[in-house]
């Protein structure tokens, strides 16, 4: 495997697709390449070209959890989601651009069994263990998206610029169908480079997880109001990050068997997610 370290944006973007996969802090990517579950003969470190750093409401994507964590003038929800995230290395390394790109957990999909989103006819949770994962979008696969910080973008409402558009966070996620398998809308080689994160007159971030550190979302509960608007989005709960119309979308959940505990799991953090907000 060769690993490229381009100085320039136009080098970088050069280097992409045909084989070869951006990386930046690795601590998704390389378990990944390991497994086998991703295969790429040219790694691109795109750590030298993608902003990092916050300026004003612009986060750059290769900007760590660690680094938002401890920024003041980032909202509270994404800051509480980074402090949530992961353990303290991982945040040192894991970028947010990287965070909002992770795959799924499902330990089908993990194990490469040839499932629906391996491009296979059957989602094998649905029918086996699935205490972890979806009560939404869950009819052909139901994963449940790991991001804690994506859940918090969606509510706040934020977008994204790559090396080829802008689009908003909402639009970066899609539900699996047939003729796509992919939970992403980027397109290939397109790298993230910046989010706009407009800054909420109040926000949160509640997580209710197995362990009370280093534990992905069982629910995640975003909040955040803005001109009088509030918006709430859930991790955890279904295949992407998912935006919640209100509590009452909670009632049209449609939980496996084993995962209707996260209906009654998510109702109280909705509720206490929207009372912080004031
Ligand atoms: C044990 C463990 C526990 C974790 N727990 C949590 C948790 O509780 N909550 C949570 O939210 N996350 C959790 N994570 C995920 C962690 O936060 C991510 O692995 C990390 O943020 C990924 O960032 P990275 O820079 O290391 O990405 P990389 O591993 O370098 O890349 C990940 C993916 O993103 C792509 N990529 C990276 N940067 C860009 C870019 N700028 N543009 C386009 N594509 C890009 C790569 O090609 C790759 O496909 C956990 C991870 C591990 C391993
Ligand atoms: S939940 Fe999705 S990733 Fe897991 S087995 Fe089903 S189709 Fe595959």
Known sequence: ??????????????????GSVALAGGTELVPLLRSRLVEADTLVDVRAVVPRGVQGTTIGAGTTLAELEADPEIPV???EACTLASSPQLRSMGTIGGNLLQATRCWYWRLNY???????????????AHREHAIFGNERCASAHPSDPAAALLALGATLRTDR??????????????????VTALEPGELILELEVPQPEASTYLKAMERNRFSFALVGAAAARSGGETRLALAGVAPIPWLLGGPDELDRATPLPGTAYKVDLARPLVRRALEALG
């Not at 391996?118 to 949770?125: K, L």
């Not at 558009?165 to 992919?182: G, I, K, M, N, Q």
């Open 1 to 18: 495997m060769q690993l490229l370290q381009p100085e320039s944006l136009d080098a970088a973007t050069a280097a992409l697709g045909n």
């Open 77 to 79: 929800a994404l800051r």
């Open 114 to 128: 040839p499932c629906f989103l391996h491009g296979g006819s059957t989602c094998h949770a649905r029918e086996g």
């Open 165 to 182: 558009r802008e689009l908003p966070v909402a639009d970066l996620y899609r539900l699996p169908t047939d003729d796509d398998r992919d």
